[in-house]
Nanobody
Framework: QVQLVESGGGLVQAGGSLRLSCAAS????????MGWYCQAPGKQRELVAS???????NYADSVKGRFTISRDNAKNTVHLQMNSLKSEDTAVYYC???????????WGQGTQVTVSS
């Protein structure tokens, strides 16, 4: 059983930065796609950014130019560098890993990001 452990969330002022991390622990696995999703109160969980095993990235329009996703395949870790944070970014952020060679996906526990005005 793969478990994803998230860290890096917190409370910041608008314009500030946070770096979220998510690492698979307790098991060893390879993942095809790693991504970050956010869920704000009353909203659906939405894709923020994703990255393939080959390094191709995809970003939601709202975060392009501000957020950067990266991964360390050897460590089965994904990061989300969040710069120029806005109050609209306030949400719970979840990492999501797709297991290579399978349709199985894993979710992190979620980490709260709160951006004050």
């Amino acid at each position: 059983q793969v478990q994803l452990v998230e860290s890096g969330g917190g409370l910041v002022q608008a314009g500030g930065s946070l770096r979220l991390s998510c690492a698979a622990s307790g098991s060893i696995a390879n993942f095809n796609v790693m991504g970050w999703y956010c869920q704000a109160p009353g909203k659906q969980r939405e894709l923020v950014a994703s990255i393939t095993s080959g390094g191709s990235t995809n970003y939601a329009d709202s975060v392009k130019g501000r957020f950067t996703i990266s991964r360390d395949n050897a460590k089965n870790t994904v990061h989300l560098q969040m710069n120029s944070l806005k109050s609209e970014d306030t949400a719970v952020y979840y990492c999501n890993f797709k297991l290579r060679g399978s349709t199985i996906v894993f979710w992190g526990q979620g980490t709260q990001v709160t951006v004050s005005s």
